[in-house]
DNA sequence: CGCCAGGCTTCTA
DNA sequence: TAGAAGCATGGC
């Protein structure tokens, strides 16, 4: 068995019931501005849709429950997209060899870098840039009302397919101002297969951003979210301004080399600690 | 009202 | 090649 950040997994009468839970937490997972879909339902309990399906959470203590499905969803969806296969522990244990990353995680222990669908982190951080995360979260709700397919009574993320056939006028009801034509050369590229959504898994990071960038209105630091929250890769750090402001105040001779590995996931952690806890920077305030 | 937001493109020097 | 302006919209 190897070592994961829980005990036991089970189905149950509920769902699926995970046991023995560590270093995970719904608002700190669901709510720090790498998904915009999920929405807190009450104490500790978020409802969302994320892969075309409808999910509701909810944790009480090390108990992590996923209402209404199988083992088989499980396995073949939920799983991986809260990147429940990588040992946390150990990776926070590493991390905290970095007096930085240890207050920044003592402050948030239960983030996690999810694995969502490259084609929904790409058009929602497309749909981030200049924007706050509320009014993502907005956007990201009305393009998938508009354009995407409803099945079961949710509505899956708009297809390459349908966004492509459209012109950026017929955006309008998304309310996204100048992004509504980035996204319709986003899905173009994807149709035709100038842009893959398969190769940047796995090409060097310096290309697979290149490649992301062919999009009109792609640039650095919306291939780099793609990058980190949509293929999985963790080398990868988006700098907006949070993460500019870390690496001047906190990090003023560079981020530690031996951490390159794991960069993205660790930009996670300071990114919220920056956001969110009051005296992290020096008089920036935080909301 | 003004400032800012998980930026990018285009213009200008 | 660097720096500034313009872009749409709305939260606070």
Not at 66 to 84: K, N, P, Q, S, T
Not at 188 to 207: K, M, N
Not at 208 to 214: D, F, V
Not at 235 to 240: G, L, Q
Request: proline share 6%; charged share 25%.
């Amino acid at each position: 068995m190897i070592a994961i950040d829980y005990k036991d997994c089970r189905a149950a009468p509920e769902g699926v019931l995970l046991e023995g839970v560590g270093c995970f937490s719904l608002p700190e997972i669901l709510d720090c501005g790498q998904a915009f879909r999920w929405r807190a339902i009450g104490e500790d309990s978020y409802e969302g849709v994320a892969c075309d399906r409808f999910l509701r959470l909810s944790m009480e203590g090390d108990r992590l429950l996923f209402h209404g499905i199988g083992m088989e969803e499980f396995e073949a969806v939920w799983r991986d997209y809260f990147d429940l296969s990588r040992d946390y522990g150990a990776l926070r244990e590493r991390l905290a060899a970095d007096p930085v990353l240890e207050k920044a995680m003592a402050f948030a222990p239960g983030i996690r870098v999810l694995r969502q669908p490259p084609w929904e982190a790409l058009c929602s951080f497309i749909l981030s840039q200049n924007n706050n995360i509320k009014r993502i979260k907005g956007l990201v709700e009305r393009f998938c009302d508009c354009f995407g397919e409803e099945r079961e009574g949710i509505r899956a993320f708009p297809t390459p397919e349908r966004i492509a056939a459209l012109e950026p006028d017929d955006l309008a009801p998304v309310r996204a101002g100048f992004r509504a034509k980035y996204l319709v050369d986003a899905a173009r590229r994807v149709v035709s297969g100038e842009v893959s959504l398969s190769l940047p898994y796995t090409l060097p990071i310096d290309e697979a951003r290149a490649h992301l960038m062919q999009i009109h209105g792609v640039g650095v630091k919306v291939a780099d979210c793609a990058l980190l929250y949509g293929f999985s890769r963790v080398e990868c750090v988006p700098k907006d301004v949070w993460i500019n402001r870390v690496m001047e105040q906190l990090y003023p001779d560079g981020f530690p080399e031996e951490l390159a590995d794991v960069a993205g996931i660790a930009q996670q952690y300071l990114f919220h600690y920056a956001r969110c806890c009051p005296d992290a920077l020096a008089a920036r305030g935080a909301k």
